[in-house]
């Protein structure tokens, strides 16, 4: 489940450093590069996000609606960050509390 922490992490900041740095950069100062590399950013780091929660789900790491939760969270901003501190801490307590 590290990798699908980390993913989530970086997907997340991808997007709010699109909207919250690169856009300002582009419609306030005329930058307009700022968005065409931190958005072809994003998107890689959103295809791999979505493409480790779906490896996850086929493992049976997460459950399907485990995985879809972190689908629709990638597309809010805050969203994956939301996922990691919920869903994800959920299942790391649920895999390291003892048998019994």
């Given at each position: 489940?590290?990798?699908?922490?980390?993913?989530?992490?970086?997907?997340?900041?991808?997007?709010?450093?699109?909207?919250?740095?690169?856009?300002?950069?582009?419609?306030?100062?005329?930058?307009?590069?700022?968005?065409?590399?931190?958005?072809?950013?994003?998107?890689?780091?959103?295809?791999?996000?979505?493409?480790?929660?779906?490896?996850?789900?086929?493992?049976?790491?997460?459950t399907e609606i485990?995985?879809?939760?972190?689908?629709?969270?990638?597309?809010?901003?805050?969203?994956?960050?939301?996922?990691?501190?919920?869903?994800?801490?959920?299942?790391?307590?649920?895999?390291?509390?003892?048998?019994?």
């Amino acid at each position: 489940m590290t990798l699908v922490r980390w993913m989530a992490i970086l997907e997340g900041t991808s997007l709010l450093a699109l909207l919250f740095i690169a856009m300002p950069l582009k419609y306030q100062f005329g930058y307009p590069e700022a968005v065409r590399w931190v958005g072809q950013a994003h998107g890689i780091l959103f295809l791999a996000f979505n493409a480790v929660l779906f490896g996850y789900a086929l493992k049976g790491g997460l459950t399907e609606i485990q995985a879809f939760k972190g689908f629709l969270a990638s597309f809010i901003p805050f969203g994956t960050f939301v996922y990691k501190a919920t869903t994800l801490k959920t299942i790391r307590a649920q895999s390291t509390r003892p048998e019994g």
